[in-house]
């Protein structure tokens, strides 16, 4: 019997959450359930997967089951961009090799079209918007950035436009950045309100618990998922829970879960907007990893992400909020001195999981355990791509796509305590130190 040793307790001033629909959470589980299927984690991967699952299964039950409630945790906490472009920040120009951006490319469209297609199909109101990205740059390194980037998108055949300095106020209001290269492609939405309404749109041969925690896990023939109040027996497992799954006993050391700290700000008043000017939807992700995303948002509010801390327990720590509130505040009035008045209502962190050499796990973790893990930060595309596939896997489908994904080595392994905090918490700090006006 496997205990698990850490849960998921995520703070309680998640914006998006807050500010899109209320709905009435699934009903925790309670007593002695079997099922065909079982999913750990109703985050972006696990909803896709259960989607999938019982669609090749229609005559199973896939129980899905979340610690929180569904919108709550990371796949409703992050800052909405559903990238389609390859961005390996180890390469040169941020593409590397052709063959490998051209399958990433592949992998996170997949991600997109899926969602697009359930968004529609079910009209999950999740202010959905084909925005495209800016990549956006205050420093001559931030410049050199995009401009390596610019060409590395040009090996794989993606136009991308350099914009000058003095033209971007009519984008994005703020006339703070130097440059920026402007990616068509990326889908801005609603996290919250997106994996909400994934949530309610579900197969009907997929029972969602929320409220259920999995405190104990017995492997064997068939898994037997234990909580506070019955347990859980499936013939297969998925787990889906990201970096929590290194406490059901999988590789361990080998996932980082690091926190991002998001800020919403109150809706802009009409004036406040005209003095804004610029398009009405946009989204910035800063040229150095280490600074501010920015978005303005379908319903007027500003999203500010930078700063970061790492937790190996994948809990926040609730010191951190009013410091890095700090930092958002900071990064705020940088870009919008036109908007002196403009408080944050909502202020947040959220756990993304990170590999030391960038690669996910996908795949088999044991006989009837499955595992679709570790995004490293861009899990609105790849979580529902890799969810998806997971589920083909199982169903004994091929796909270019899983072979591709089968082949990565995988998460590797890291140093153990204290020495992997030590060395986490050096490359954020110098990272961080290194964005400079970038945050
Ligand atoms: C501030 C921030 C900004 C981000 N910005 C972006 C962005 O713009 N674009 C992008 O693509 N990605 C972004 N990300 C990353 C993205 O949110 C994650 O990659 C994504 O949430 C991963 O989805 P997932 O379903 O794999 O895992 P998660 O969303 O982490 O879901 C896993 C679920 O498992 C549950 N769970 C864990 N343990 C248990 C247990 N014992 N019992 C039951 N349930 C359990 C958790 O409660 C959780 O809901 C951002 C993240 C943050 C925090």
Redesign the pocket.
């Known amino acids: 019997m496997q205990k698990?040793t850490s849960?998921?307790a995520?703070d309680s001033m998640p914006g998006w959450f807050h500010t899109s629909r209320a709905r009435t959470p699934r009903p925790a589980h309670i007593g002695q359930k079997r099922a065909r299927f079982a999913i750990?984690?109703?985050?972006?991967?696990?909803?896709?997967a259960a989607r999938q699952l019982a669609t090749h299964f229609p005559d199973d039950e896939v129980v899905l089951?979340?610690?929180?409630e569904?919108g709550?945790?990371?796949?409703?906490?992050?800052?909405?961009?559903?990238?389609d472009v390859p961005h390996d920040i180890g390469a040169k120009d941020y593409i590397g090799d052709v063959t490998t951006a051209n399958l990433v490319l592949k992998l996170n469209t997949l991600g997109q079209n899926y969602l697009r297609e359930i968004v529609q199909k079910y009209s999950i109101e999740c202010q959905m918007s084909e925005s495209g990205k800016y990549q956006a740059a205050v420093s001559e390194q931030g410049i050199a950035i995009l401009e390596a980037y610019r060409s590395g998108l040009a090996k794989i055949g993606r136009d991308s436009q350099m914009i000058a300095g003095s033209d971007l106020p009519e984008h994005i209001g703020t006339a703070y950045y130097k440059q920026a290269l402007f990616i068509p492609g990326t889908i801005l939405l609603q996290?919250s309100a997106l994996?909400k309404g994934l949530a309610d749109s579900l197969p009907s041969n997929v029972t969602l618990y929320e409220y259920?925690?999995?405190?104990s896990i017995d492997y064997g023939d068939k898994v037997t998922?234990i909580?506070d109040r019955g347990s859980i027996t499936a013939d297969t497992l998925i787990l889906?829970?990201?970096?929590?799954?290194s406490?059901?006993g999988f590789l361990q050391r080998r996932l980082l879960p690091t926190?991002?700290?998001?800020s919403l700000s109150r809706q802009l008043t009409a004036e406040e907007q005209a003095r804004l000017g610029g398009k009405p939807v946009w989204?910035v992700?800063p040229a150095h990893p280490f600074g501010s995303?920015i978005r303005r948002t379908v319903d007027n509010r500003i999203l500010v992400?930078n700063s970061f801390s790492f937790h190996p327990d994948?809990r926040p720590r609730e010191k951190y909020l009013s410091q890095y509130l700090e930092n958002h505040r900071k990064s705020f009035e940088r870009r919008f001195p036109m908007l002196p008045k403009v408080d944050f209502e909502y202020t947040?962190?959220?756990?993304?999981?990170l590999s030391e050499n960038h690669e996910g796990f996908f795949g088999k973790l044991a006989p009837n355990v499955y595992g679709?893990?570790?995004?490293?930060?861009?899990?609105?595309?790849?979580?529902t791509a890799?969810?998806k596939l997971i589920a083909d896997l199982i169903a004994g489908k091929r796909h270019e796509l899983i072979d591709f994904l089968t082949r990565s080595p995988g998460p590797n392994q890291t140093p153990p305590e204290p020495f992997l905090s030590i060395g986490v918490n050096s490359v954020l700090k110098w990272g961080q130190f290194r964005a400079g006006m970038e945050i």
């Open positions: 698990i849960l998921p995520d750990v984690g109703a985050g972006l991967t696990g909803l896709a089951i979340e610690a929180q569904v709550y945790g990371s796949a409703g906490r992050n800052a909405g961009f559903a990238i996290p994996v259920t925690p999995i405190t998922l909580h889906a829970n990201n970096g929590f799954a406490h059901f926190f991002l700290y998001g989204g992700i995303t992400r994948g947040w962190s959220g756990a993304i999981c679709a893990l570790c995004c490293n930060g861009l899990g609105i595309t790849r979580g890799t969810g």
